[in-house]
């Protein structure tokens, strides 16, 4: 089973990309962030011509996330519990009936936090408390699942070309690293350190100051994964050529595959 998240940055924009990717890629799930759109409009119809089952929890203009799917999709729930407040869609998720067995994805979009100290910021820390909140119930039921998306969260300075560009910047902020760290410790894995160490590996590159050409980027998209999923997974990658063709998100898709 292989499971792709991607934030596309808007799905007027991307989806030429995105469908050129899919075609290529051919992930059996693929967990899409920022898709910047209700859900009515959202052209379910390019994904379902390719196999997928459609499931989006959109809003205007801005936030959005979706789950394609060419496998059954079971009990989806929209939205991270702890807060009624919260109107963002930054939450979605679902149970995948694989051959072998079910997963459950949660596919995310962490707010930014920008400008901190401030109150984007105080809704980010917010938020990374509630998902901690919903981690420990997936780690408590003790099945095959995983929290993937665009984390928001540079988790070391080896995440970053440039780290002291980032020093002050919610992505990186000690309140933030360690409230990732502390949904880590709960017993995830993180999919990618898991399988690759080291510097120099990005999932995004900002579109200013030729950032890609310099490979100024940063890794901020991230696979979660509790231990009866770590144990199913098999390889977990990123795709990082998407980046330089036409009309790019700023993102670039990673992926795991799962013996499931």
């Known amino acids: 089973m292989k499971i792709a998240s991607f934030n596309i940055n808007g799905i007027k924009a991307r989806a030429a990309a ?16 920022e898709i910047k759109s209700v859900d009515e409009n959202f052209p379910r119809e390019l994904f379902e011509e390719r196999g997928y089952n459609v499931e989006t929890h959109g809003q205007k203009s801005f936030n959005g996330v ?123 894995t993180e999919a990618f350190r898991a399988r690759v160490q080291g510097p120099g590996h990005y999932t995004f590159w900002d579109y200013q100051a030729g950032a890609w050409n310099r490979d100024d980027g940063i890794r901020i998209d991230h696979f979660l994964l509790t231990p009866q999923a770590a144990d199913l997974m098999t390889d977990c990658q990123i795709d990082k050529d998407i980046r330089g063709r036409e009309k790019p998100s700023d993102h670039v898709p990673i992926w795991v595959n799962l013996d499931a």
Request: contains cysteine; hydrophobic residues 45%.
């Open 18 to 33: 995105l469908t050129d990717w899919l075609d290529e890629a051919q992930p059996d799930v693929a967990l899409l962030q």
């Open 66 to 188: 979706a789950i394609l799917s060419k496998l059954p999709l079971e009990d989806v729930t929209r939205g991270l519990p702890g807060d009624d407040t919260d109107d963002h869609a930054r939450w979605i998720e679902a149970t995948v009936m694989g051959e072998r067995t079910a997963v459950r994805v949660c596919g995310l979009y962490l707010p930014n936090g920008n400008p901190a100290p401030g109150p984007k910021y105080d809704y980010k820390l917010a938020w990374m408390e509630r998902l901690k909140a919903r981690a420990e119930a997936l780690m408590a039921a003790e099945e095959p699942a995983l929290m993937a998306g665009d984390y928001n969260v540079i988790p070391q300075d080896e995440d970053a070309k440039r780290p002291e560009a980032w020093a002050e910047d919610a992505l990186a902020l000690p309140q933030t690293r360690a409230a990732f760290r502390r949904v880590v410790n709960l017993g995830f």
